[in-house]
């Protein structure tokens, strides 16, 4: 008992404040807090600023620029509201409206400078950008999907492949759903793109992705499935801290994101899967889709390889900004387009929010291929180049596959 003692008085003498504050419970500031009539309380500890404020997408959004492909265009940024001070210099503020069940992200300014919530522990990084998360669940809304529930669960998996086209080992993340391990069974794949300066780790992270799945294919909504999450970033070996190049600060100025080499290497990504996994290694039980950037490497891969997808899925994609000049992958576009319809694919999916900026490259989109006859299923929701509508299109897109 003596030894135990010394040891503890030890322990307690060696660590910083910080560790210790870890080690016996934390701060005491609670935030966020769900209310019961739906509004939700942030608290912000900070005796010696003069403004504290708050601003996430659960807030009513305000407009901003932005320039993309050498164009400015208009988009939805998240809004903002401030803190009162309050007593110990707890800053506090709470909506004057339920926030919808959904999954949010926030963080707070003081005095002009970003930071997380310092007493909630759930963060997302997107990009360079760490902010902090607000889930608000509700049985029976879609962010029910998004929570944890006791059902059978998948297996996560960062695998590593060779590139010969890049020369290099590269990273992808892999899902294979509950009973796999167990089974003999072969199944259908579908893979999963994200957007610009994203990684193989964005749709997990933030696109709450494997919870999606879990509980789609454990209401029986899904069909059971291998979904595969690329890296877009073809000159990029695995996400940030993961790769030989160590504490380098994530960007979306990066090398062949968009000049055809990402589209040109993919059939190697599927062949290491095909090779590795229990796939159903045909046409028809094959899906793409992506977000963004995602949605533009969807749209080609889909035109270039008309017998690798039966189903392809374009979220807020970023359409009409390739120059067919830097690569053939971009080139013939409507000669590509027609034999990808002639192949009589299962189903081209695409989503836009009305206030994304690639809204009216989309809407364009969808005009040439009503020209053509050429059918697809189309969703609009609200709000803007989010992850919020990101998230709905997965779990809208997910279920009409394989059927």
Not at 89 to 113: C, H, K, N, S
Not at 277 to 300: E, P, W
Request: hydrophobic letters at 40%.
């Amino acid at each position: 008992m003596k030894k135990i003692l010394v040891f503890l008085a030890a322990l307690a003498i060696g660590l910083s404040a910080n560790a210790q504050q870890a080690l016996w419970g934390g701060p005491s500031v609670e935030s966020p807090v769900i209310n019961p009539d739906g509004t939700v309380t942030f608290r912000y500890q900070a005796p010696k600023a003069v403004k504290v404020e708050v601003t996430g997408d659960f807030l009513p959004t305000q407009k901003m620029e932005v320039e993309f492909g050498g164009n400015k265009m208009t988009y939805d940024a998240p809004g903002v509201r401030e803190l009162k001070e309050g007593p110990m210099g707890v800053w506090e503020y709470t909506t004057d409206f339920p926030v919808a069940p959904d999954m949010y992200t926030y963080t707070f300014r003081v005095d002009g400078l970003t930071v997380i919530d310092a007493n909630n522990v759930f963060v997302n990084r997107d990009i360079a950008s760490i902010t902090s998360v607000l889930l608000v669940p509700q049985e029976g809304a879609r962010s029910d999907l998004y929570a944890i529930h006791d059902v059978p669960h998948g297996t996560v998996s960062k695998v590593w492949y060779h590139s010969d086209k890049q020369g290099i080992n590269r990273r992808l993340t892999v899902y294979t759903p509950a009973g796999y391990e167990t089974s003999k069974a072969k199944y259908p794949v579908l893979y999963v793109l994200h957007g610009i300066g994203g990684d193989e780790d964005a749709w997990v992270t933030q696109g709450r992705a494997t919870q999606i799945l879990d509980n789609l294919i454990a209401r029986g909504e899904a069909k059971p499935m291998i979904v595969v999450f690329t890296n877009g970033n073809i000159s990029q070996e695995a996400a940030p801290l993961e790769n030989s190049t160590g504490y380098t600060r994530p960007t979306m100025q990066l090398p062949q994101t968009m000049e055809g080499s990402f589209e040109t290497a993919f059939p190697e990504i599927v062949k290491f899967i095909d090779g590795r996994y229990r796939t159903i290694a045909k046409k028809q039980s094959r899906a793409v889709c992506g977000l963004s950037m995602g949605g533009f490497h969807t749209l080609y891969l889909s035109l270039n390889y008309p017998q690798l997808f039966n189903y392809s899925g374009m979220f807020s994609a970023a359409i009409g900004v390739s120059d067919p000049s830097v690569s053939p992958i971009y080139q013939d576009f409507d000669a590509k387009l027609a034999k990808y319809f002639a192949g009589k694919p299962a189903l081209l999916w695409i989503g836009c929010g009305v206030t994304d900026f690639l809204y009216q490259a989309n809407k364009d989109f969808m005009k040439k291929l009503d020209e053509n006859g050429f059918p697809y299923t189309y969703m609009e929701t609200d709000g803007g180049h989010i992850w919020k509508n990101w998230r709905i299109y997965l779990s809208e897109f997910v279920p009409l596959l394989f059927k």
